[in-house]
């Protein structure tokens, strides 16, 4: 028998937990017995321990089989190097489809590698539009859904989108959300981070902050501005911010006074997700984590002008303040008035979405 390999790119932090179900469930489906091998590509954009390999110890995901060792530099720089070492991968072992997830770098150029090289693409959470094209991410989800394949989906919305740029329903596969399979699998193993303790945190009595947006954190005078105005805002609460290596940059070269907040380096998942679930409220710049307080029913506030996952805003527990961090202060006010809306969870996003994938996949190739 010939073997058909499968490649499963990922490249950066918020692509390890969306592939993590993936993997375990070809393996469920015994896609190894059944003539096709997976290969996990990761790129190396996010390179350091805890950006990228604590995410396959905790998740339990297997060694890559490839790392294509992109690292830093202009998002030109980093779609050349992952596009030139995937290109020099598939012209010596070719794939019979390429999986991409998200929309970071390596999602657009590992796309178009594959697709130029005659290789189906498939794209897992296809589909979604924040409109806003002054956001990387923006442009790769564009540029990879005008070459996938087949279309994986997370909501009706994601689904109206395609519709509107002429995909037809048949490519379309509504499945809900991989990244839920994770966070719903490992509820029960969240791990309380040891700054819990050494600050004394206490359930709903603090909150989550993350920013590493261009938008917000590239100029230092806007980051001190928001840092400022949500700690005035939520005082005496602390405030718990795991800094990306990003914001990290520019955070040094800011004078801040560190009072009520807790500065830690990126947590691992499961740090991560216990904070967040136990968090009176968190404010953040991030999508997928919009998510996870929709899952989790905590209120989320997004220091964001527009959003590709409306549903965290319309069923969920999210609101978008915009990019004014002065708007935060009516919000929390009703958060800490315990008024916040408690939210639904969005159709499909029930922990089964990797198998529904595994199962059209299988169909498919
Ligand atoms: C990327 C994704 C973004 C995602 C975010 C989550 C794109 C366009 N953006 O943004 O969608 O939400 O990851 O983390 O793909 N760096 C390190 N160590 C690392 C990784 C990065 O120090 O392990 C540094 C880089 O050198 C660079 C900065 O962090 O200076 C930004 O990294 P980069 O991968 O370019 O984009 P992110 O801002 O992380």
């Known amino acids: 028998m010939i073997n058909k390999t499968i490649d499963i790119i990922a490249g950066a932090r918020p692509n390890f937990m ?23 590509v990761h790129t190396g954009q996010h390179y350091d321990k805890n950006m990228s390999d604590t995410f396959f110890e905790e998740l339990g995901i297997p060694l890559p089989d490839i790392n294509l060792q992109a690292g830093s530099g202009s998002q030109s720089e980093q779609t050349a190097k992952i596009m030139l070492g995937y290109e020099k991968l598939l012209l010596n072992k070719p794939s019979v489809l390429c999986i991409v997830v998200g929309d970071v770098t390596s999602t ?12 189906k693409v ?26 996938t394949d087949y279309f994986f989906t997370t909501s009706e919305v994601a689904n109206n989108n395609l519709r509107k740029e002429g995909i037809s329903d048949n490519r379309i596969y509504f499945v809900g959300n991989t990244m839920i399979d994770t966070l719903l699998k490992n509820q029960s193993r969240f791990k309380k981070p040891t700054l819990w303790n050494e600050n004394n945190l206490e359930n709903k009595k603090y909150i989550v902050m993350t920013l590493h947006r ?3 954190v590239d100029n230092a005078t806007n980051l001190a501005n928001i840092i400022e105005i949500v700690k005035r805002n939520v005082r005496p609460f602390p405030i718990v911010f795991p800094i990306h290596p990003r914001t990290r940059k520019v955070y040094e070269s800011i004078n801040e006074n560190n009072e009520n907040v807790i500065l830690t380096d990126p947590l691992g998942y499961l740090e991560f997700n216990f904070l967040v679930k136990n968090a ?3 404010i953040t710049d991030s999508g ?16 964001r002008a527009t959003t590709e996952r409306p549903e965290t805003c319309n069923i969920g527990t999210n609101e978008l303040i915009g990019t004014d961090p002065n708007n935060l202060e009516e919000p929390l006010g009703k958060i800490f008035k315990d008024k916040w809306k408690k939210g639904e969870i969005p159709p499909l996003w029930d922990g089964k979405t990797a198998e529904r994938i595994a199962a059209i996949i299988e169909k498919i190739i």
């Open 108 to 119: 657009m150029a590992c796309s178009i590698v594959a697709k130029k090289l005659h290789i």
């Open 288 to 303: 997928g984590i919009t998510e996870e307080t929709t899952v989790m029913g905590v209120p989320c506030l997004t220091l």
């Open 214 to 216: 261009p938008a917000n």
């Open 280 to 282: 009176k409220v968190v």
């Open 18 to 40: 969306k592939i993590a179900p993936l993997i375990e469930a070809f393996k469920k489906y015994n896609f190894g017995n059944k003539g096709i091998d997976i290969r996990l």
């Open 122 to 147: 498939a794209h897992i959470e296809g589909g979604i539009r924040s409109f806003d094209e002054s956001m990387p991410e923006e442009i790769n989800r564009k540029v990879t859904d005008a070459i």
